[in-house]
């Protein structure tokens, strides 16, 4: 006896079009199982128990701004990589006096195309910064002067940023 029984026969349907029945079967189940948490991720149009619960978990912490910058290591002049020791004296001179609270420095490798069309592949840094979201302002002009400084003193052709609304408690 097959192991589910129930889905092996499509009544009046043989071969592909039952296969196609369960398949859609399967992603409808698939649709409404996944439903509810879709909505406790729209926010103010989310149904009245979704919304309870996103507010629950918003109140464990206050409204902060995760902006995370990428920093390549090679050259695009062919000039030596930046190395540790640089990108560190770097870190103490341009970013933590403007973020004295604290940040986040990860290792990584990367790729992106560079202006001239070519695939670089390098060696790079994640520079993750948290502040509140009232500083956003201010903490704006900050972190676009790190990332020029970067690039000017590196010879690169961009720092890479990305930003995201969160909550966080300490």
Same mark, same amino acid.
């Given at each position: 006896?097959?192991?589910?029984?129930?889905?092996?026969?499509?009544?009046?349907?043989?071969?592909?079009?039952?296969?196609?029945?369960?398949?859609?079967?399967?992603?409808?189940?698939?649709?409404?199982?996944?439903?509810p948490v879709a909505y406790a991720t729209l926010g103010d149009d989310a149904p009245s128990a979704?919304?309870?619960?996103?507010?629950?978990?918003?109140?464990?912490?206050?409204?902060?701004?995760?902006?995370?910058?990428?920093?390549?290591? $090679? !050259?695009?002049?062919?000039?030596?990589?930046?190395?540790?020791? +640089?990108?560190?004296?770097?870190?103490? *001179? /341009?970013? #933590?006096?403007?973020?004295?609270?604290?940040l986040t420095i990860q290792d990584g490798r990367g790729q992106w195309r560079d202006s001239h069309?070519?695939?670089?592949?390098?060696?790079?840094?994640?520079?993750?910064?948290?502040?509140?979201?009232?500083?956003?302002?201010?903490?704006?002009?900050?972190? $676009? !002067?790190?990332?020029?400084?970067?690039?000017?003193?590196?010879? +690169?052709?961009?720092?890479?940023?990305? *930003? /995201?609304? #969160?909550?966080?408690?300490?």
């Amino acid at each position: 006896m097959p192991r589910f029984p129930h889905l092996t026969r499509t009544k009046g349907l043989t071969g592909p079009k039952q296969h196609t029945a369960l398949t859609s079967a399967a992603a409808l189940a698939v649709l409404a199982v996944g439903t509810p948490v879709a909505y406790a991720t729209l926010g103010d149009d989310a149904p009245s128990a979704s919304r309870s619960a996103t507010s629950a978990g918003a109140a464990r912490g206050k409204a902060y701004i995760e902006t995370r910058l990428f920093f390549g290591t $090679e !050259r695009p002049d062919g000039g030596p990589d930046v190395t540790d020791r +640089q990108f560190l004296e770097f870190i103490d *001179e /341009e970013v #933590t006096p403007r973020f004295p609270n604290g940040l986040t420095i990860q290792d990584g490798r990367g790729q992106w195309r560079d202006s001239h069309g070519v695939i670089e592949r390098e060696r790079s840094y994640e520079l993750t910064l948290l502040y509140p979201a009232s500083e956003a302002r201010v903490r704006d002009v900050q972190i $676009e !002067r790190i990332r020029n400084a970067y690039e000017k003193a590196f010879a +690169q052709d961009s720092v890479a940023r990305i *930003e /995201e609304h #969160t909550t966080a408690d300490f």
